[in-house]
């Protein structure tokens, strides 16, 4: 543990309790809600499980992002987003870490598709990746960052499918979005890992 850290935990400790309104996530805004369930895995992580130091983010870890796999986007999906979200953080909201554009995978006739993205793949220089403005403008991956000594976090990687495109220079942030996905959500599913410093 760094320093820094160690001088920030007594904080940590004191905001123990202090976390956001579960139903304040984007896994319950109604303007994401769908019907049809995608299967959302890492090799790198287990459902629930502990979220390498790897891919945490700088000052914890490398801040690389984790491989991602997916089943069952809908065949006419015309783009996902993608959302990282800790849900434990000591504010009145979640912090989004992430929001991201993808273009689909190809789906064979009649079937839903799978997909995923590789290690390391959410990266300002991924051109097939757009992203949109997160907690403090972060564009691009912002790994895992809990606060010394507040305890776990849980982090998920929410993935929806949409039935339009959307253009990312056009979204100023996570209230944009929600605005412009709304009603174009076909499908979603969400992979929680955590983390504690």
């Not at 160690?6 to 109604?30: E, H, I, K, N, Y």
């Not at 691009?140 to 998920?156: E, K, N, S, T």
């Amino acid at each position: 543990m760094s320093l820094a850290e160690l001088l920030v935990t007594p904080l940590g400790w004191m905001l123990r309790g202090q976390r956001p309104d579960p139903q304040r996530s984007v896994r319950f805004a109604p303007e994401l809600a769908a019907l049809r369930t995608i299967a959302v895995t890492s090799p790198d992580f287990e459902a629930g499980g502990r979220i390498p130091r790897r891919y945490c983010g700088i000052g914890r870890g490398q801040n690389v992002s984790p491989a991602l796999d997916w089943i069952g986007v809908p065949q006419e999906t015309r783009q996902l987003l993608l959302i990282l979200e800790d849900t434990d953080a000591p504010l009145k909201s979640p912090i989004v870490h992430m929001i991201a554009l993808l273009v689909p995978g190809t789906a064979q006739e009649g079937a839903a598709a799978s997909g995923g993205v590789a290690e390391g793949a959410l990266t300002p220089g991924n051109l097939a990746v757009q992203y949109v403005p997160a907690f403090r403008g972060w564009l691009a991956y912002q790994g895992p960052r809990p606060l010394p000594g507040h305890g776990a976090h849980h982090y998920g990687f929410h993935l929806f499918a949409l039935d339009r495109e959307l253009d990312a220079h056009t979204i100023g942030g996570l209230g944009d979005l929600l605005q412009q996905a709304a009603g174009h959500v076909l499908a979603s599913g969400v992979l929680v890992g955590t983390h504690r410093s």
